[in-house]
């Protein structure tokens, strides 16, 4: 049993890693080069400020807008201007799945 919890545990972790590189690599993209890709959908995420400076709420949702992203299978996102309401900041994008290469 206690090798079974083990093992359970390594494959968690291991599918955690695997994910977290694939929302790394999702890359910012403008409107021009985003006409050319798979619209894949919105991607909106809130994060409360509590006790988290502006700054690192705003890093918190982007991050989360990057990994819901690359769970729908983009390539890119291209955001849209941020909001703030109360204590809350909130970070959305717009999904996008391309074959283009990044040439900046």
Same mark, same amino acid.
């Given at each position: 049993?206690?090798?079974?919890?083990?093992? +359970?545990?390594?494959?968690?972790?291991?599918?955690?890693?695997?994910? %977290?590189? +694939?929302? =790394?690599?999702?890359?910012?993209?403008?409107?021009?080069?985003?006409?050319?890709?798979?619209? +894949? %959908?919105?991607?909106?995420?809130?994060?409360?400020?509590?006790?988290?400076?502006?700054?690192?709420?705003?890093?918190?949702?982007?991050?989360?807008?990057?990994? =819901?992203?690359?769970?729908?299978?983009?390539?890119?996102?291209?955001?849209?201007?941020?909001?703030?309401? %109360?204590?809350?900041?909130?970070?959305? %994008?717009?999904?996008?799945?391309?074959?283009?290469? =990044?040439?900046?």
């Amino acid at each position: 049993m206690k090798n079974l919890t083990l093992a +359970l545990l390594l494959f968690a972790a291991a599918s955690q890693a695997k994910s %977290g590189d +694939l929302w =790394e690599s999702i890359a910012d993209i403008d409107a021009t080069r985003a006409a050319h890709c798979d619209f +894949l %959908g919105d991607v909106v995420e809130s994060k409360r400020l509590g006790i988290f400076f502006a700054a690192e709420a705003v890093k918190i949702a982007r991050d989360r807008v990057r990994r =819901e992203a690359a769970e729908r299978g983009a390539t890119h996102v291209l955001w849209m201007p941020l909001s703030s309401a %109360g204590m809350v900041q909130t970070a959305s %994008g717009k999904a996008y799945r391309c074959e283009i290469a =990044e040439t900046d």
